[in-house]
């Protein structure tokens, strides 16, 4: 059973990086048909995805924070990180990793337990 | 962006009734929608995939109906655990997007 947490600063001041990294235990970040994905969720509850590098490395990004965001993995440490730059109150959100597996669709059957990142200075 | 509406935002129900939450998408996703719910602190528990298929370990009083752009998500007899928040997500469009929620409390 694959296990993923996050970890990362909770408090952010605005204008800098948001960094956080997810560790997966239970399953190789490397191999399989998978999607590994950041999910945030705002301080209303609603829920918006992120973006998710697949087992060969490549990425894809929610349009809206492109411009900002980049995420990447440590096959070695078997984790996969998030940075989003210039951040704003407006990224003020739990942020969650996840997995899906690309075989049958995308949707998230594994999360970590989420991470409250909060953007104040 | 696919818009995905959820109906009603919120549900006051007794338990042993059965409830019909509705998610609605703004084109269609053919049957690539998943269910979700949420109790407070905790992350999103996959419910439901493909439209229909239950996820492992979920209950049969749970089930999932439609194509295209309208949905529902059933619970047959609401159990006291089954009080949450009940999200759906579309993974037919990019980029993926989820409905706002519909929160089940009890009556």
């Known amino acids: 059973q694959v296990h993923l947490e996050e970890s990362g600063p909770g408090l952010v001041k605005p204008s800098q990086t948001l960094s956080l990294t997810c560790n997966v235990s239970?399953?190789?970040?490397?191999?399989?048909?998978?999607?590994w994905s950041w999910i945030r969720q705002y301080p209303e509850k609603s829920l918006e995805w992120v973006g998710y590098?697949?087992?060969?490395?490549?990425?894809y990004y929610n349009p809206s924070l492109m411009s900002r965001m980049t995420i990447s993995k440590d096959t070695s440490k078997n984790q996969f990180s998030l940075k989003l730059t210039s951040v704003t109150a407006a990224d003020t959100a739990i942020y969650f990793c996840?997995?899906?597996?690309?075989?049958?669709?995308?949707?998230?059957?594994?999360w970590g337990r989420g991470t409250l990142v909060t953007v104040s200075s | 962006e696919i818009v995905m509406t959820q109906s009603p935002a919120t549900l006051s129900v007794s338990p042993g009734e059965r409830v019909a939450l509705s998610c609605r998408a703004s084109?269609?996703?053919?049957?690539?929608l998943a269910w979700y719910q949420q109790k407070p602190g905790q992350a999103p528990r996959l419910l439901i995939y493909?439209?229909?298929l239950r996820a492992t370990g979920i209950p049969a009083r749970f089930s999932g109906s439609g194509s295209g752009t309208e949905f529902t998500l059933s619970i047959s007899i609401l159990q006291s655990e089954d009080f949450a928040v009940y999200y759906c997500?579309?993974?037919?469009?990019?980029?993926?997007?989820f409905g706002q929620g519909t929160k089940v409390e009890i009556k």
């Open positions: 996840a997995r899906a597996s690309g075989g049958l669709g995308e949707f998230y059957a594994f």
């Open positions: 239970g399953g190789s970040i490397s191999s399989g048909d998978y999607f």
């Open positions: 590098i697949l087992s060969n490395g490549n990425t």
């Open positions: 084109q269609s996703v053919s049957v690539n």
């Open positions: 493909g439209a229909s």
């Open positions: 997500q579309q993974y037919n469009h990019w980029p993926r997007t």
